[in-house]
């Protein structure tokens, strides 16, 4: 569902790669598959 908003927000068809879970060469598709958060909230790199 995530993967469909960002294809309907970017206007255009998507390419993603689940190996890297990426958008391969699309930047601004890959800026939107995560937010930054507000001090002292974080997402941990690894859970």
């Given at each position: 569902?995530?993967?469909?908003?960002?294809?309907?927000?970017?206007?255009?068809?998507?390419?993603?790669d689940p190996?890297?879970?990426t958008?391969?060469?699309?930047?601004?598709?890959n800026r939107?598959?995560?937010?930054k958060?507000?001090?002292?909230?974080?997402?941990?790199?690894?859970?």
């Amino acid at each position: 569902c995530h993967l469909a908003n960002i294809s309907y927000r970017t206007g255009r068809k998507l390419n993603f790669d689940p190996a890297t879970e990426t958008f391969p060469g699309d930047a601004e598709a890959n800026r939107q598959l995560s937010r930054k958060y507000r001090p002292p909230f974080v997402v941990p790199e690894k859970v």
